[in-house]
T-cell receptor
Framework: RKEVEQDPGPFNVPEGATVAFNCTYS??????FFWYRQDCRKEPKLLMS???SGNEDGRFTAQLNRASQYISLLIRDSKLSDSATYLC??????????FGDGTTLTVKP | NAGVMQNPRHLVRRRGQEARLRCSPM?????VYWYRQLPEEGLKFMVY????????ESGMPKERFSAEFPKEGPSILRIQQVVRGDSAAYFC?????????????FGPGTRLTVL
């Protein structure tokens, strides 16, 4: 079993749709959690950190459930520019990061 | 404030040659991480370094690969006697001195092609 698992997709949605990505992790001692996006094999860019209390940044909402070892990302009102691969990242308190293999999103007009 | 810099951006080597990849962290960052992304695969952690120290190298292949982050100068990922399977994108990331758990910022990557 992988340390960080994501549904690979692809998710193909129309503009304006709401889409949710899920991620599970196996190490209960994991400390920090992030969502990154990666475009066309370029460098990953931080989308947002994920906190137990949940956090929102515009159209993006991230949630963490430590008990279930589960992280989610919700994108509302999808834009064409949201098309990318979304990477779930879990970090130990020793600083080692484990990336999921990513979920590919394509937003169509 | 310059971001994480990596060079070269593209590197071509023949089998058996050495590849040296350089990473300069963001200003003020003292933690460096190296990742490898094989074609059609996700990012895989290789090594985590602080200045003059290797903190975690659990993702490094046991042979031919080494990394350093000297007191002065960039971090270097060195691959000796490259093979075709080493062809990949190698990304470096850096984070501030506050330690593990901090956000990592990525460089543009070095794309290594082994002929």
């Amino acid at each position: 079993r992988k340390e960080v698992e994501q549904d690979p997709g692809p998710f193909n949605v129309p503009e304006g749709a709401t889409v949710a990505f899920n991620c599970t992790y196996s190490n209960s001692a994991s400390q920090s959690f992030f969502w990154y996006r990666q475009d066309c094999r370029k460098e990953p860019k931080l989308l947002m950190s994920v906190y137990s209390s949940g956090n929102e940044d515009g159209r993006f909402t991230a949630q963490l459930n430590r008990a279930s070892q589960y992280i989610s990302l919700l994108i509302r009102d999808s834009k064409l520019s949201d098309s990318a691969t979304y990477l779930c990242v879990v970090m130990s308190n020793a600083g080692k990061s484990t990336f999921g293999d990513g979920t590919t999103l394509t937003v169509k007009p | 404030n310059a971001g994480v810099m990596q060079n070269p951006r593209h590197l071509v080597r023949r089998r058996g040659q050495e590849a040296r990849l350089r990473c300069s962290p963001m200003k003020g960052h003292s933690h460096v991480y190296w990742y490898r992304q094989l074609p059609e695969e996700g990012l895989k952690f290789m090594v985590y370094l602080q200045k003059e120290n290797i903190i975690d190298e659990s993702g490094m292949p046991k042979e031919r690969f080494s990394a350093e982050f000297p007191k002065e100068g960039p971090s270097i990922l060195r691959i000796q006697q490259v093979v075709r399977g080493d062809s990949a994108a190698y990304f470096c990331a850096s984070s501030p001195p506050s330690g593990g758990g901090d956000t990592q910022y990525f460089g543009p990557g070095t794309r290594l092609t082994v002929l």
